[in-house]
């Protein structure tokens, strides 16, 4: 199949309105007038889930492992302080007024197969393969120091599934104090004769190399070891040769796309979002209750009660049936009559289905 990819379109008429004239184009990125961009290409374009780092689902610090929804951490030998920092309002330096980046200070330890690395994984390993991808995103760091970025094209697990692809596109980015826009155009191989796993977990995943013992000379161009604090905003990952503005979506739809992977169902923080569950029956019973997903997730998830319930003659909440679409969890009474289980200003379910 052939792409056409038009930069622009010239010689479109002029439209007037009354004694004024709107200059008209259609470009890559868009319809101006006058200069405006009115309609930026929205097309899902950017397979970047949560690339402006808007949610932080399960907190906005940790160390390691998802912090930022869709964002993995990770750490072996070296450590890493990861948080969600804030945009002053009304800066200039990144556009479209972006409220958060992410912040990783990382402290290097000396060996050869120490890391710290942020990525994310992108659902199916037939995402892109065979095209040309580009790669954009903002970055700067405490003092000059390179970061190294890597495509990996994994089959997923189970059965027998062809060995995972290394190496793509690897890129040294040279940030500075200041933030800088990076644009890196990528060659995805194509999967043709591959083999996927059974476990339907293949993926496309990008790394964001921070740190690197030589066991991974190859995979980051020499990188080697560093100390230091990394910061990264409005990560795109497009199907085209060039980079486009980055792709602002409603926050609505942001945290659905999220919501897939992980969620979190029940109360958050608040009494008046509590949940409570009644009923009746005999001691040593148990009673049955299922609640759907926020979203459909992508498989069957992990699911957790996460807090502390408030119980009335039973007992605390143990999960007992799990699918893409709902949640199961039993509670046993105490004694004969009436029982009540209650989330109060902590208790929640956490649903994970990552890849």
Known sequence: MSELIVNTISGLSDLSVGN??????ITSTGITQ??????????????????????????????????????STG???STAAISRQSFTLGQTDVPNEPSYFHRAVVTSVAGAGNFCVLGQKIESVRTLAGQTA?????????ASKNIAIEGIQSFGTGGSPSTVVTEIGVTT??????WQKFTITVSIPSISGKTLGSNNDD???????????????SRTNSLGQQSGTFDIAQVQLEPRSV?????VRPPGVELALCQRYYQQIGNLGTSLNAMSFKGYNAAGAYDLFTLPTIV?????????????????????????????????????????????LTSNNSGHFTAEAEL
Request: with cysteine; net charge neutral.
């Open 243 to 247: 980079a486009t503005p980055f792709e």
């Open 34 to 71: 006058n200069g405006d961009n009115i309609s930026p290409v929205q097309s899902f374009r950017n397979k970047i889930i949560n690339g402006n780092f808007d949610f932080w689902q399960r907190g906005t610090t940790g160390t390691s492992g998802y912090v930022a929804d869709r964002w």
């Open 75 to 77: 750490v072996v030998g």
């Open 134 to 142: 580009t790669l954009s995103f903002w970055a700067k760091a405490d």
């Open 173 to 178: 980015c040279a940030l500075t104090t200041s």
């Open 20 to 25: 004024t004239t709107v200059n008209t184009a």
């Open 296 to 340: 459909q997730m992508r498989t069957s998830p992990t699911v957790s009660a996460v807090g502390t319930w408030a119980t009335t003659n039973c007992g605390q909440p143990s999960m007992t049936g799990l699918s893409p679409t709902s949640i199961s969890f039993q509670v046993q009474i105490t004694a004969l009559g009436q029982y009540v």
């Open 203 to 217: 993926n496309l995943r990008f790394f964001f190399w921070f740190d690197a013992g030589s066991d991974y000379n």
